[in-house]
């Protein structure tokens, strides 16, 4: 028989341990040591031991951590959620006009254009079924986003019902931000509760929406403006204005107030350069207006290219500066040795962010602004970026200013430094230093590499620390035992990350490629490379020759492989990674000697045998390159229904344009 007291303590200590977690892992601001939270769960074993009916799949001894284990479900958004084209100042926006009356409408009279902000928060879409808001989902990829429902329930200001009459389906998009003030006093209570603060409102955004947690959203100062909408069946409007009314008179939340709908593009401008004036006056942070044409039939005329729409573009405020100095320099260790050089910054305050850092990205930078210890600055923030130093204040200085060392050794292990006389940073030469070590696993595991989720950057400063690895091989021969002997790591949690390493043998050819670090190779070249060789055996017998008559690789690219692969350490590591058990899935889709090698093919239009994406597969297959742009290289254009420009384009440049039939023959398969 369980007694009381030790079924309330139970809970007691779930609760307890599960916020510990949460501080540690998710909010990286522990509130204990880890010898008392040990104490706490120790005391839950022992509680769960005597009566084993308390153990639950909720029980923190049967979880793991706070780590992110349960995701947000994925959403399609029926309509693709687009992102717009930029103009940086009134000339770009001119152009824009311009460009979209002449070249598209045959129009030499003003548009009519609705103006609205452009909030700095995050794109969500709102999916109302006969009234009832049915599901929330972030923007994503701007195809398929995070089911966010629960969270977005929670926002007072979001109607669950819409007043009718409305429409039988409706997808709202718009912005969900947190307003400046708000943002200060959410910020002051994190601290005040030891938990973490968030840089900047956007920020403070995202991270409410995405709490595993309703409750934790619940309590944010999130808000919203609604300002278009995806799929709308039953009612339809036949401008941009009349929709935000439509969104208005239904309950929504939409900005209305200061939405100019305007004509031409001086008035634009206008209401641009008093938004401008105001933007200081504002309770929430705006980078810009969003400009768009107004009539739905010339939108729909317009269309899209590429993930934009042709009919409406963000004209950006430019960024924000503030004066402060610098305090000192710091250094930073990269995963290749680059020792750059940070800025810290007296606190300043720009666009209600508290800045204190700054990048100053290399050596070079520090030399082309003259830059001391001590120096007035501007640093200018553009979006949440960490802000760059862009101009030195001279005439403020005293006289106490000191000039800026470099360093002559590693920060963090002491080596001397090696500086390359073409490379803008010194690099330390040691390959066992432990800043370069961590920084490199870090890469190794993170998600768009090998994507080994729970090794972050505590648990693999303990693992390094212990010895247990030194490079990113040691990884694989990880036992539990080693695991165990790590700090909060259970049962499970030690099986969970297990699994994951274990899970990362067989990722593609195309993300261990990424994932070694070779220089000047990033995730597009490595994807490159994957598709064109079957195993790391193959690429590592290529000279730079070969490498470089690849189209995409250039000179520098073809250099850095060959050396990597020349590196008698490099060559141990991939034995050891082979011995490991790490075994690539190869991704070769190009024949090296096809029907087709050599040839570089655009297709443009709408196909009705296959999709551009599985045509330029067979491409591939048949040892030939899909470019996306026209030009004198190009062998084919296969265009199908509706081609366009490019089509136009191969017209005049005389390259030959082929049907599918003629296609499919080249490529060998039948219809
Ligand atoms: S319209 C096809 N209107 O800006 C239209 N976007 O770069 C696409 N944004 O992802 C969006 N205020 O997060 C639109 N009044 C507004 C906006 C707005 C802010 C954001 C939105 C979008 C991004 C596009």
């Given amino acids: ?120 928060g995050v794109a969500v879409e709102l999916t109302y079924v006969d009234g009832k808001l049915l599901k929330a989902s972030t923007r994503g990829d701007g195809f398929v986003g995070e089911d966010i429902t629960e969270n977005v ?111 031409g593009a001086d008035q634009v401008i206008s209401v641009y350069r008093q938004l401008q004036e ?28 590429s993930r934009s729409p042709r009919w409406a573009i963000a ?32 606190p300043v305050i720009v666009s209600g962010v508290t800045v204190s850092r700054a990048s100053l990205h290399n050596w070079d930078e520090i030399t082309r602004l003259d830059l001391h210890i001590g120096d007035h600055v501007i640093v200018e923030r553009a979006g949440d970026v960490i802000p760059d130093v862009v101009k030195v204040l001279p005439e403020l200085r005293t006289g106490k200013e000191q000039p800026i060392q470099q360093p002559k050794v590693c920060p ?39 994507d080994i989720e729970g090794l972050g950057e505590k648990q693999l400063a303990q693992l390094i620390e ?25 049962d499970t949690l030690a099986e969970k990350l297990l699994t994951a390493i274990n899970a990362s043998k067989t990722r593609p050819l195309s993300r261990l490629l990424f994932a070694l670090g070779i220089r000047h190779v990033g995730k597009n070249t490595a994807k490159i490379l994957a598709r064109r060789f079957a195993s790391l055996d193959q690429l590592a017998e290529c000279s730079v020759d070969q490498l470089v008559a690849i189209h995409e690789i ?43 090698t050599g040839k570089v093919f655009v297709i443009t239009g709408t196909l009705s045998n296959w999709s551009r994406k599985e045509a330029e597969e067979l491409v591939e297959k048949a040892g030939g390159r899909a470019s996306g742009s026209v030009s004198k290289k190009t062998d084919y254009v296969l265009a199908g229904e509706n081609a366009g420009s490019k089509l136009e384009k191969a017209e005049k440049l005389g390259v030959e344009v082929i049907d599918e039939t003629t296609f499919a023959r080249m490529v060998g398969v039948s219809l």
């Avoid at 995701?71 to 958004?77: C, E, G, L, M, V």
């Avoid at 960024?319 to 000192?328: F, G, K, M």
């Fill in 554 to 596: 250039g000179d520098k690219v073809a250099k850095s492989i060959v050396d990597y692969f020349a590196s008698p350490e490099k060559i141990m590591l991939l034995e050891k990674l082979h011995r490991a058990g790490v075994q690539p899935q190869t991704e070769a889709v190009i024949q090296q000697d096809g029907p087709l």
């Fill in 278 to 305: 105001r933007r200081n006056t504002l309770p929430f942070e705006i980078d810009g207006v969003v400009v768009k044409v107004n009539e739905t039939a010339l939108q729909q005329e317009l269309g899209a290219v």
């Fill in 1 to 120: 028989m369980i007694d009381l007291f030790s079924q309330q303590r139970h809970a007691e200590l779930c609760e307890e341990i599960n916020r510990h977690n949460r501080l540690y892992y998710n909010q990286d601001q522990p509130e204990i040591s880890d010898a008392e939270y040990d104490a706490l769960f120790r005391e839950l074993q022992e509680i769960e031991a005597a009566f084993p009916e308390l153990v639950t799949p909720e029980s923190p001894s049967q979880k793991v951590g706070a780590l992110p284990t349960e995701k947000f479900a994925p959403s399609i958004h029926a309509i693709p959620m687009l992102s717009l084209k930029n103009a940086k100042n009134a000339e770009d926006f001119r152009d824009f006009d311009s460009s979209i009356r002449e070249n598209f409408l045959a129009r030499s009279t003003a548009l009519e254009y609705v103006c609205e902000m452009k909030l700095d």
């Fill in 466 to 490: 212990r010895g247990k690895v030194t490079d990113v091989a040691d990884l694989y021969l990880l036992t539990r035992d080693d695991l165990f002997a790590m700090d909060r790591m259970g």
């Fill in 315 to 346: 004209l950006k405020f430019p960024p924000r500066q503030a004066q402060t100095i610098v305090e000192s320099i710091g250094l930073q260790v990269g995963r290749t040795g680059a020792i750059t050089p940070v800025a810290h910054l007296k």
């Fill in 412 to 450: 963090e292990c002491n080596t001397p430094v090696h500086w390359n006389p073409d490379e803008v940073v010194p690099r330390c030469s040691n390959p066992y230093c432990p800043a370069q070590t961590i920084e490199r696993i870090k890469h190794f595991v993170s998600r768009d590499a090998m």
């Fill in 153 to 263: 329930k929670t926002i007072a200001e979001i109607p669950h019902t819409l007043a009718p009459p409305f429409p039988e389906l409706l997808d709202v998009r718009g912005e969900i931000f947190i307003e400046l003030d708000d943002f200060q006093a959410l910020n002051r209570a994190q601290e005040s509760a030891g938990d973490k603060t968030f840089a900047n409102p956007r920020n403070a955004a995202a991270g409410s929406l995405r709490q595993l947690d309703a409750k934790i959203t619940a309590k944010r100062p999130l808000k919203i403006f609604c300002y278009g909408v995806g799929r709308m069946q039953g009612i339809e409007t036949s401008s941009q204005i009349e929709t935000l009314q439509l969104l208005d008179r239904l309950g929504l939340p939409v900005n209305l107030q200061e939405t100019n709908c305007v004509l």
